[in-house]
Every structure is written in C-alpha cells, then in structure tokens.
C-alpha cells in the first residue's frame, strides 16, 4: 500500500557495517510492525510498536537488532555488525488500532537488504 | 504445530478454472483471519478479510472460514494469469501475544 512509506528501497552493506531500515506508517496510524522475509518463505514477525512504546518484540534476535518508533518520525529498525545471513527483506506494516477485531495490515513496499 | 500451515505448492490451474487454497491454524482462540496476495520482489497486498463462520465474497475472490476445524480458505473464480502469485494466509493469535502470523504461502500458477 502506497500509504506505508518504506527507505531505502534497496540497501547494500558490507559484514560488520550498521544497516538502518525506515518506515512511514499511513497517516492515522499509531501502530507498526515490522517482518522479515527470506527468498522462498513466508514472513516473519519480528517487532510491534506504538509511538515511544515497544509492545511484542518475541521476533527480534536478542543480540544486534533493535527498534524504534519515536514521538516524531518514524520508525527505524537497526542491525548492528550485519552478516551475511541477514540478507532479506524488510517489510514495515501499519494498522490504526491496537487489538481491534477487524485490526488490517497496510504493508509498505520493503527494503531488500544485502550483505556482501 | 505450525501457527498457521499453508501447503506451498505450486498449484496449477488451467485459465479459466477454481483454484482452491488451503490454510489450517493452531490457536483456536484465533478471530482474524486474512489472505494477501504477494507477486515475486513485490510486498503483500491484502485482498480478503474474514471474521466470522461461514463465507464472505468478494468480486472472483471467496473466503470461506471453519471455526471449529481451524481451517479458512480462498477460492478464486474464472483463474486469470494475472492471479499467478504467492497466496500467503494470516491470522491474528492472542496466543502468543496480538499480532499477525503468516503462513509460508502457496505458489499459484495459473496456465494460459
């Protein structure tokens, strides 16, 4: 969906550099996921967060991932020291409402992330 | 278990025909249910939403949900080339915590 603004499109970084993924939600949304996907799988829950809040991060890797939604900007996940086996993409998602029964998920167009 | 179990295919279907695809979940606590439609290098793009027991359709696009067998799926009708994509499932499960969990997806290959 147009409205989730994902940057970069593509990310190229070599072992050990630092990668910087960003995500726009629509407008209107407080909420934002963000999932993993590697060539031939389906994707993979990383992190949820509100604004300043991380609500379920039980996707993230405990050690050089983290994320963040600040009260003005958006919301940015980090990889610290990447490997090659982090090579994936990125998708963010955006919803209005937390545990609304008719909750829908608005996907951003991904960052394809590439370790050499 | 898998959260949600989805058989990856491909499946083949002639231009023209009903493809059927299949997608069964773990918790049966489970209220949300979703399929998106993913093209190759493209991100998912949702196309049904189901809530409640029974079917609910859409344009070619039926989802029909069971409850109580765990069980949703999603037919479409009159197949076209186009619908050619990975059909990926999704539920939101209180389980383990509100979020969405996604099946691996089935490959649709629909034959001119």
């Known amino acids: 969906n147009a409205g989730v603004m994902q940057n970069p499109r593509h990310l190229v970084r070599r072992r050990g550099q630092e990668a910087r993924l960003r995500c726009s939600p629509m407008?209107?949304?407080?909420?934002v996921y963000w999932y993993r996907q590697l060539p031939e799988e389906g994707l993979k829950f990383m992190v949820y967060?509100?604004?300043?809040?991380?609500?379920?991060e039980s996707g993230m890797p405990k050690e050089r991932f983290s994320a963040e939604f600040p009260k003005e900007g958006p919301s940015i996940l980090r990889i610290q020291q990447v490997v090659r086996g982090d090579s994936a993409a990125y998708f963010c998602?955006?919803?209005?409402?937390?545990?609304?029964?008719?909750?829908?998920?608005?996907f951003g167009s991904g960052t394809q992330l590439s370790v050499l | 278990q898998k959260e949600v179990e989805q058989n990856s295919g491909p499946l083949s279907v002639p231009e023209g025909a009903i493809a059927s695809l299949n997608c069964t979940y773990s918790?049966?606590?489970?209220?949300?249910f979703f399929w998106y439609r993913q093209y190759s290098g493209k991100s998912p793009e949702l196309i049904m939403s189901?809530?409640?027991?029974g079917d609910k359709e859409d344009g070619r696009f039926t989802a029909q949900l069971n409850k109580a067998s765990q069980y949703v799926s999603l037919l479409i009708r009159d197949s076209q080339p186009s619908d050619s994509a990975t059909y990926l499932c999704?539920?939101?499960?209180?389980?383990?915590?509100?979020?969405?969990?996604f099946g691996a997806g089935t490959i649709l290959r629909v034959k001119s």
């Open positions: 998602a955006s919803s209005p409402a937390l545990g609304a029964t008719n909750e829908k998920l608005f």
């Open positions: 407008k209107g949304h407080s909420h």
């Open positions: 967060l509100q604004k300043e809040n991380i609500i379920d």
């Open positions: 918790d049966r606590g489970s209220q949300s």
């Open positions: 189901i809530y409640s027991n």
């Open positions: 999704a539920v939101i499960t209180m389980e383990y915590g509100n979020k969405l969990v």
